[in-house]
């Protein structure tokens, strides 16, 4: 069965300070992977997905199929990062998604 | 303006009563998904439909009905035999073919019980 875990329900960093938004997945395919994120008052939209290999708005993110995570990164987080991110999977060639139970990042200055 | 309208934005359902949320897009899109929202659960998949006429239960149908006769348009139906619809709704579509096309959210709609 297909799963996401986002271990984190809340992730507190400084302004300027590294951030990593954790996502694991279970599945027994080839997946794809997306980081979607909802900003205040703004609708859930996509941030990024693996197979761009993109940096939006300075956030990375690797598949690591070993592990089975796709963790999100940031070497300097902004207090405009401030979202809820929701880490979602699908299956090659299938496009429903399963999110993750999400992670609310909050910067602080 | 492209993208999705879902409406209303707040509905109140009574006892026994079937309610029908709205879900329109002019994206041109394919696929269409409604999601059910709870605190701390994420989004979980109630039926989706990939193309006009046709669509398939996903993770949490039982209580839920849709029809899509239109490719804008996807209404959900959420029926008495729902026992706890309270929850934030989500609509989306997704263009193309294959799993790597990303999905287009609406403003959601929040469903509570009188």
């Known amino acids: 069965a297909q799963r996401v875990t986002q271990p984190e329900k809340l992730l507190s960093v400084f302004k300027g300070a590294p951030v990593e938004l954790k996502c694991n997945y279970s599945y027994s395919g080839s997946p794809e992977l997306f980081w979607y994120v909802q900003y205040s008052r703004q609708r859930l939209q996509l941030l990024l997905r693996?197979?761009s290999r993109e940096s939006i708005k300075g956030f990375t993110a690797d598949l690591n199929k070993g592990e089975t995570s796709f963790h999100l990164k940031k070497p300097f987080a902004q207090e405009e990062d401030s979202a809820m991110y929701y880490c979602?999977?699908?299956?090659?060639?299938?496009?429903?998604?399963?999110f993750g139970t999400g992670t609310r990042l909050l910067v602080s200055p | 303006d492209g993208g999705i309208t879902q409406s209303p934005k707040y509905l109140f359902r009574k006892e026994g009563q079937n309610v029908t949320l709205s879900c329109e897009q002019n994206?041109?899109?394919?696929?269409m998904y409604w999601y059910r929202q709870d605190p701390g659960q994420g989004l979980r998949l109630i039926y989706y439909?990939?193309?006009?006429?046709?669509?398939q239960k996903g993770d949490i149908a039982e209580g839920y009905s849709v029809s899509r006769e239109k490719k804008e348009s996807f209404p959900l139906t959420v029926t008495s035999a729902q026992k706890n619809p309270t929850a934030f709704y989500l609509c989306?579509?997704?263009?193309?073919?294959?799993?790597?096309?990303?999905?287009?959210f609406g403003d959601g709609t929040r469903l509570s019980i009188l």
């Open positions: 979602a999977l699908s299956s090659t060639g299938f496009q429903k998604l399963v």
């Open positions: 994206l041109n899109h394919d696929a």
């Open positions: 989306a579509s997704s263009g193309g073919t294959g799993g790597s096309q990303p999905q287009h």
């Open positions: 693996h197979i």
């Open positions: 439909s990939q193309i006009v006429n046709d669509f």
